[in-house]
T-cell receptor, first 116, second 115 residues
Framework: AQTVTQSQPEMSVQEAETVTLSCTYD???????LFWYKQPPSRQMILVIR??????QNATENRFSVNFQKAAKSFSLKISDSQLGDAAMYFC?????????????FGKGTKLTVNP | DTGVSQNPRHKITKRGQNVTFRCDPI?????LYWYRQTLGQGPEFLTY????????KSRLLSDRFSAERPKGSFSTLEIQRTEQGDSAMYLC?????????????FGPGTRLTVL
């Protein structure tokens, strides 16, 4: 079974600084997607960034980038120039692509605090 | 595109009562998912529909839970004889079949409290 592990229950960062959130996963599949979702307090979950496993190039979305190490099954999120609005729960998630439901398997999340 | 909507946003009920939640996905999305999120945990998959067909159910979905998507549009999740352990946030998500990026769009959730 696929599992996703986020080893940092909480992280904090100073405004304008950089922070890295860790994620490891376990799968025997070769073709899959990895995601980072953001869940602000009392607000709905939104996608931050996605990575296709077959792509070697790390995904980047503005201030957000990932370090995808397929052999190590590691998928970390780097947030540059942190802003107060980045404060939220961040969930790493995995989705198997080949047929079936393509449901998301989530980690337990990392609570990010941004200090002014 | 008005996003995924869920109703009610909050539900408080007494143990043993039945509750029903509704999810309205993004209009052109034919895939609909239900997840459950308990305090301090990530969302866990419950069930999945493609159009009106329920194609996968998690073992988390006990006999007291039933989900429907009668016309392939909105979906309902019913919990019969609620228990305190059912207290959680119930999330609905949708996506378009064949969308290359596999992104699921989430609703705001229904928070259930069972007293």
């Amino acid at each position: 079974a696929q599992t996703v592990t986020q080893s940092q229950p909480e992280m904090s960062v100073q405004e304008a600084e950089t922070v890295t959130l860790s994620c490891t996963y376990d799968t025997s599949e070769s073709d899959y997607y990895l995601f980072w979702y953001k869940q602000p307090p009392s607000r709905q979950m939104i996608l931050v960034i996605r990575q296709e496993a077959y792509k070697q190039q790390n995904a980047t979305e503005n201030r957000f980038s990932v370090n995808f190490q397929k052999a190590a099954k590691s998928f970390s999120l780097k947030i540059s120039d942190s802003q107060l609005g980045d404060a939220a729960m961040y969930f790493c998630a995995y989705s198997f692509t080949q047929g079936g439901s393509e449901k998301l398997v989530f980690g337990k999340g990392t609570k990010l605090t941004v200090n002014p | 595109d008005t996003g995924v909507s869920q109703n009610p946003r909050h539900k408080i009920t007494k143990r043993g009562q039945n509750v029903t939640f509704r999810c309205d996905p993004i209009s052109e999305h034919n895939r609909l998912y239900w997840y459950r999120q308990t305090l301090g945990q990530g969302p866990e998959f419950l069930t999945y529909f493609q159009n009106e067909a329920q194609l996968e159910k998690s073992r988390l979905l006990s006999d007291r839970f039933s989900a429907e998507r009668p016309k392939g549009s909105f979906s309902t999740l019913e919990i019969q004889r609620t228990e305190q352990g059912d207290s959680a946030m119930y999330l609905c998500a949708s996506r378009k079949r064949g969308a290359r990026n596999n992104e699921q769009f989430f609703g705001p959730g229904t928070r259930l409290t069972v007293l």
